[in-house]
DNA sequence: AACGCGTGGGT
DNA sequence: TACCCAAGCGT
């Protein structure tokens, strides 16, 4: 490509983002972005789409409207108000990076790069899109949009994530010195809004002109991926158990790991082969008809749901009773509030069901 | 370096 | 329907 036109492409993409740049709930119209804004707009939209963090983001602000008070917050609290946006790393990591600018940077997140990246949940893009948009640094910000748009200006034919260092490199020597921050969101931007995954809409896109694939016709099948490989199915159960006043025991999830820190309806292992063990009381069991569903990243999950009714019991570990008007404002990922609502539909409360095969304590 | 880590919407 | 996918990070 001729200098000449490569220069000719920041131009051409901030006129379309000037005209067509999305109104976005964390971009503040003419004026300077807020740093925390940005930061929590962007560890949300980690994987996420727009439409799914919209509401979270709103929520988060007003009960958060800066970060003293998110590191001042209960983790718990972080955790209820993340409930159903999933990779619930994000959230631990995210309040652990408040109380880390507070107590390591005076409640300001830093403005280099370097220092951003050190920082819990900020990784090379996160960093890049931080220092650009709410600093105006020229750093690139290559997620998913930039890494297919480039492929397709470019036409490149190595697949992900091979090509990534190239791709890279391209967003580097692309990125304007001076409106860095908008440059990065126009870039995405066009990739959500023009340069689509599938069925591009090159007709109005602004750099039509000068991208390969669409000269080479081939932008709508890059970029070029790697094959993935099938996810297994696990299987497990759930033990929705009632007291009679009204509550259900719930447990808290080990810290690290899937769902880490997260409340559940307590359950067996989720394996391949449909797991024997304990149940964590000592109850006379009924198995509900059906299953709940869901998918995760890396497997299906089928769980089959058991329910009891004691009088009273103590909590064992890690678990509590709660008042089931109020299990809808619990820490429950959505695999759990599925269970729930399968449960509660199943379960009326207050009327005990009498096992028609009681297995103590085991299922 | 490859894998674990959620969810809901689009096609 | 059964994929595919979305502003990635941590280990």
């Known amino acids: 490509m001729t200098p000449a036109l490569s220069e000719a492409l920041p131009g051409k993409l901030l ?18 972005p807020d740093p925390y804004s940005v930061w929590l707009s962007e560890i949300m939209l980690q994987q996420t789409t727009v439409a799914a963090v919209r509401d979270y983001y709103n929520k988060f602000i007003s009960q958060w409207p800066n970060i003293e008070t998110l590191a001042a917050a209960p983790l718990d609290d972080v955790l209820k108000a993340w409930a159903g946006l999933g990779y619930y790393a994000r ?7 408040a109380k880390a600018v507070v107590e390591q940077h005076g409640g300001s997140l830093p403005r280099s790069f370097e220092e951003l990246l050190k920082l819990p949940g900020i990784g090379p893009y996160t960093a890049g899109a931080i220092a650009a948009i709410a600093y105006d640094a020229p750093h690139p910000a290559v997620d998913g949009n930039v890494e297919r748009v480039l492929s397709r200006l470019h036409a490149i034919e190595t697949p992900l994530p091979d090509s990534k260092p190239l791709i890279r490199k391209i967003a580097q020597d692309l990125v304007p010195e001076k409106r860095a921050g908008d440059f990065a969101q126009a870039l995405m931007d066009l990739g959500a809004t023009i340069c689509t995954p599938k069925s591009p809409n090159c007709l109005i896109c602004p750099w039509t002109d000068q991208c390969r ?3 080479f016709g081939v932008a709508g099948t890059l970029p070029r991926k790697s094959a993935k490989k099938a996810i297994p199915t696990r299987k497990g159960y759930a033990f929705w158990l009632t007291r009679n006043d009204g509550s259900v025991l719930l447990r808290r999830r080990p810290e690290k790991g899937l769902l880490g820190g997260m409340m559940e309806v307590p359950g067996s292992e989720w394996t391949e082969k449909l797991p024997e063990g304990d149940a964590p009381l000592i109850a006379s069991w009924r198995k509900l008809p059906g299953k709940v569903e869901h998918t995760f990243t890396h497997f299906h999950l089928e769980i089959t749901v058991l329910a009891a009714t004691v009088v009273d019991a103590k909590p064992p570990p890690y678990c509590r009773w709660v008042a089931v008007q109020d299990v809808d404002a619990e820490a429950l990922p959505s695999v759990m509030r599925k269970v729930v609502a399968h449960a509660r539909k199943m379960v009326p409360l207050r009327h005990p069901v009498q096992g028609r095969s009681p297995r103590h304590g085991t299922y």
């Open 213 to 215: 694939g669409r000269i």
């Open 91 to 97: 959230a631990r990591n995210l309040h652990a990076c």
């Open 15 to 32: 006129a379309w983002y000037d005209a067509y740049g999305r109104d976005l709930p964390w971009r503040m119209k003419g004026k300077k």
